[in-house]
């Protein structure tokens, strides 16, 4: 049943593309279990992920590009016959993207393994040890991370009754990691891009609402999500309408990206062309936000992805016109886990996305 059902999925990705909206019209009217509906995700997401590959394998055999044929060969893992072709074929890439990871065969690889589910703790309702308990009492495999309120599980994590009280959400560790960054450079933060709200969770969590947080999203419905959530996970962030004039001890700016980092969670990341407009609009934001900086405050700028264009281009590019210059990260909390460039740092925490950061203070 599972299989038929993953072959429906597919067929429909082949046709349509957009994996995530093809598996939420298929997988919550088929009548399944949650573990079957995560068994099946992780099927699609191997299909997709080595979709590339799959499609020479199938077109070297003469056989049609049909969901059948593509899920046949997930399930017998037929990845393993890609050492002998060429790059873009063996990590499953387009182009463009190969390009990107040509020098990084490390990044190339890690970008085509499955990740843990990322959950931060709400240090405002509960805490880590609590949820870790309430996650072996429903046999959902989980591990602490370094970070204070991070632990790693299993996809089935999704439906804990940790994440439905809201002793917990989804993030990424390394997402939650880029939070831990901000709440350690000041008092004052603004989440400019806050989006649905992730990364402000994870700081009032880290702060345990200790800071003063402020969050703006342009999006109306996305900033509704935003002012509910915080609300429900009692996080003391102050959600402004519009974008504030106020100054700050640091302005977050966790921009739109192609988020070829975060590719072993959406593997249609990696069939990218090449950058698009993400450049023009993460260096508009930039420049936006640098407004809301204080005099010797700090602009973050954090992307989930790794193309030269998008992450040290743009910091050069906002540098040589703005008032700000990249500060080292080494006395940052779990440094070590930062892999300096010269515009920045990737982010390496063990299980989470590929993060570029870099930390830009305003002079006076």
């Not at 990845?79 to 074929?89: D, I, K, L, N």
């Not at 996809?155 to 002793?167: D, N, V």
């Not at 779990?334 to 063990?350: I, K, V």
Request: hydrophobic share 35%.
């Amino acid at each position: 049943m599972e299989e038929k059902i993953a072959v429906r999925i597919i067929s429909k990705y082949l046709k349509k593309g957009n994996m995530a909206r093809c598996l939420r019209d298929i997988l919550p009217t088929a009548g399944l279990t949650k573990e079957q509906r995560e068994e099946i995700a992780e099927l699609v997401h191997n299909v997709v992920r080595w979709k590339k590959l799959y499609g020479q394998i199938l077109h070297r055999n003469g056989l049609p590009l049909t969901g059948e044929n593509y899920v046949k060969l997930a399930l017998n893992n037929s990845q393993t016959e890609g050492s002998t072709f060429p790059f873009e074929y063996r990590y499953s890439c387009s182009d463009f993207v190969g390009g990107v990871l040509k020098n990084h065969s490390d990044w190339a690889e890690y970008l085509n393994q499955t990740p843990p589910t990322g959950l931060c703790v709400n240090l405002n309702l509960s805490t880590k040890s609590d949820v870790l308990a309430i996650l072996q009492s429903e046999h959902s495999p989980a591990k602490s991370s370094i970070l204070e309120p991070t632990i790693l599980a299993h996809s089935i994590s999704k439906y804990s009754k940790a994440i439905s009280q809201r002793y917990a959400h989804v993030q990424d560790e390394n997402s939650q990691f880029v939070a831990l960054i901000s709440v350690s450079l000041g008092n004052s933060i603004l989440d400019y891009c806050a989006g649905n709200g992730g990364k402000s969770l994870a700081m009032a969590s880290f702060s345990k609402n200790k800071k003063q947080l402020h969050a703006y999203e342009l999006n109306d419905a996305k900033r509704a999500i935003l002012q509910q959530r915080c609300k429900e996970y009692q996080a003391n962030v102050v959600v402004e309408k519009k974008p504030p004039n106020e100054k700050y001890d640091l302005v977050l700016v966790d921009a739109p990206c192609t988020g070829l980092g975060a590719a072993r969670r959406n593997p249609e990341a990696k069939y990218i062309e090449g950058p698009a407009e993400f450049p023009a609009t993460q260096f508009s934001l930039l420049k936006t936000a640098a407004q809301n900086v204080k005099n010797y405050g700090y602009l973050l700028y954090a992307v989930c992805t790794i193309t030269p264009e998008e992450t040290s281009q743009v910091v050069q590019h906002f540098t040589q016109r703005e008032e700000f210059t990249v500060s080292p990260l080494n006395s940052l909390p779990h440094a070590e886990y930062l892999q300096p460039t010269q515009h920045g740092a990737f982010t390496m925490l063990p299980q989470g996305d590929l993060f570029f950061v870099s930390l830009l203070q305003k002079e006076e």
